[in-house]
């Protein structure tokens, strides 16, 4: 992963909304859930989940399906964990940290 991508990434989870659904998502698992359940889980009007949802699939992070009349969302457990890897990939490498001397001479 790129810093491009997991700062897209982050910037459309970066919203409660959108955030509270993707969490949905991945509690639910591969088969996912329709979006008329995670309207009623969520308590937000439809349009506005539709808002959010399509942000959540622009950046990646979920799948839509249409199954006759019911549209399933499913995260996209892949680039999910791609960006948790991504994020803890330093994890408690530590800094080269340059002393406050060098600084102030260049």
Sequence with gaps: ??????????????????????????????????VGDIQRHLNIPK???????????????ARQEREGRVLRCTANFELADQLVAYLCAECCSGLDVVPMEEQEEA
Excluded: Q
Aim: net charge negative; glycine share 8%; hydrophobic share 40%.
């Design 1 to 34: 992963m790129d810093i491009e991508t997991a700062s897209k990434c982050l910037s459309e989870l970066g919203n409660p909304h959108r955030l509270e659904a993707f969490r949905l998502l991945i509690k639910a698992g591969p088969e996912g859930v329709s």
């Design 47 to 61: 349009s506005t989940l539709s808002h959010h949802i399509s942000h959540l699939v622009w950046a990646g992070l």
